[in-house]
Nanobody, 122 residues
Framework: QVLLVESGGGLVQAGGSLRLSCAASGDISSINAINFMGWYRQAPGKQRELVAHITSGDSTNYADFVKGRFTISRANAKNTVYLQMSSLKPEDTAVYYC?????????????WGQGTQVTVSS
């Protein structure tokens, strides 16, 4: 089992910055089985969408709408991931969710955090 806890959301003016953090905890075998972690977001009335993800080998992938503005990174301990958000726009307003994907013999699982609200005012 993996527990994900996000922090760092809040209210910011357009053009500002925020950094989100996501800490993963749980049993050692599950933590070591994380092969990627990512950030998703869901705005009111819209579907949840991928923002960025980072693999255990530090490969990253970004949605087109955040390229050049957001940066995903992770701590050396592997179980913490960050999303540095800059040049924020009102359309970035959403609940941001951390996700982790584990691969163990015979099974794969996805875990989600509880979400953190990001509100960008114009």
């Amino acid at each position: 089992q993996v527990l994900l806890v996000e922090s760092g959301g809040g209210l910011v003016q357009a053009g500002g910055s925020l950094r989100l953090s996501c800490a993963a905890s749980g049993d050692i075998s599950s933590i070591n089985a994380i092969n990627f972690m990512g950030w998703y977001r869901q705005a009111p009335g819209k579907q949840r969408e991928l923002v960025a993800h980072i693999t255990s080998g530090d490969s990253t992938n970004y949605a087109d709408f955040v390229k050049g503005r957001f940066t995903i990174s992770r701590a050396n301990a592997k179980n913490t991931v960050y999303l540095q958000m800059s040049s924020l726009k009102p359309e970035d307003t959403a609940v941001y969710y951390c996700a982790a994907h584990t691969v163990l013999p015979g099974t794969t699982r996805a875990y989600w955090g509880q979400g953190t609200q990001v509100t960008v005012s114009s």
